[in-house]
């Protein structure tokens, strides 16, 4: 199946995702040249990219309409799934997550599957947080996470 890659001018950045399809298969904030799969360039991928812009144009559940292909462990595979389900909005700890992923010990693991989350935004990462309630870590910077839990009415503009 044809691998095509596309990116949307965002304020906080390049956003750039590669699909199979007409799913997701990876995504980051930075250039196409940061993607690890990349198909032909295109310009916009129907639904995806106007559902990208839609989101940055302040319709905050628009990432839902987006698809997804997950290629995972069983365990990731459910912890990932149980991230996408969480609202706009809202945040939860580590430790909350494992357990709607079904496995309550594992928030260590759960901290792993966010780090290593290979759609960010749309499987949105950017919504755990640790159970102290700070922000805590963002593979592509603490400033865009906060950007983005304050665009979706999580916490407090600063």
């Known amino acids: 199946m044809t ?8 304020p906080i950045g ?3 995702f590669t699909t199979r399809g007409g799913k997701v298969i990876e995504a980051t ?15 916009s991928i129907p639904v995806i990219s106007p559902a990208l812009r839609a989101y940055f144009g302040g319709d905050l559940n628009a990432l839902e309409m987006i698809p997804v ?14 991230m996408r389900k969480i609202p ?11 357990r709607k992923s079904g496995s309550e010990d594992a928030s260590r693991a759960v901290g ?10 749309i499987i949105p990462c950017h919504r755990v947080i640790p159970s ?11 400033k865009k996470k906060q950007w983005l839990l304050e665009f979706e009415g999580a916490i407090s503009r600063s």
Do not use: H, M, Q
């Open 3 to 10: 691998l095509l890659t596309s990116s949307v001018a965002t």
């Open 29 to 43: 904030f930075g250039s196409t040249r940061s993607l690890r799969a990349r198909g032909r360039i295109v310009r």
């Open 88 to 98: 706009v909005g809202k945040t939860v700890s580590y430790k909350e997550l494992a």
């Open 132 to 142: 102290d309630g700070s922000i805590g870590a963002y593979g592509y910077g603490t």
């Open 14 to 16: 390049l956003f750039s």
């Open 112 to 121: 792993s599957t966010c780090a290593s989350n290979r759609i960010p935004l």
């Open 69 to 82: 292909e997950l290629s995972s462990s069983e365990f990731r595979t459910r912890v990932l799934r149980a």
